[in-house]
Nanobody, 124 residues
Framework: QVQLVESGGGLVQAGGSLRLSCAAS????????MGWFRQAPGKEREFVAA????????YYADSVKGRFTFSRDNAKNTVALQMNSLKPEDTAVYYC?????????????????WGQGTQVTVSS
């Protein structure tokens, strides 16, 4: 049973930073792709970033490129999303997700496992 548990959300002013973490358990994740998605009220869930657990490839949505960094800690079985220069439009519930395999995808339906989500609110 794969479990993903996010932490680190909160309220921050525009221009500030937050670091989201996702603790993964239940499998050996060496052949998994981990993703971050977000969903704002009234909007569809959208792709933010993805990383191969092997760490050799990351991919970012254009809206966060240069501001967000996705990393993983193999020893702790966690991944993290460092979010800098936050904007009010980054406000959303952020979800950690996992899919088996090595192909990075950006569609939510291609990820089989999801965390419960953590709220990020950026005030102007």
């Amino acid at each position: 049973q794969v479990q993903l548990v996010e932490s680190g959300g909160g309220l921050v002013q525009a221009g500030g930073s937050l670091r989201l973490s996702c603790a993964a358990s239940g499998r050996t994740f060496s052949s998994y792709v981990m993703g971050w998605f977000r969903q704002a009220p009234g909007k569809e869930r959208e792709f933010v970033a993805a990383i191969r657990w092997s760490g050799d490839s990351t991919y970012y949505a254009d809206s966060v490129k240069g501001r967000f960094t996705f990393s993983r800690d193999n020893a702790k079985n966690t991944v993290a999303l460092q979010m800098n220069s936050l904007k009010p439009e980054d406000t959303a519930v952020y979800y950690c997700a996992a899919r088996s395999g090595v192909v990075i995808t950006t569609t939510p339906v291609s990820y089989a496992y999801w965390g419960q989500g953590t709220q990020v609110t950026v005030s102007s």
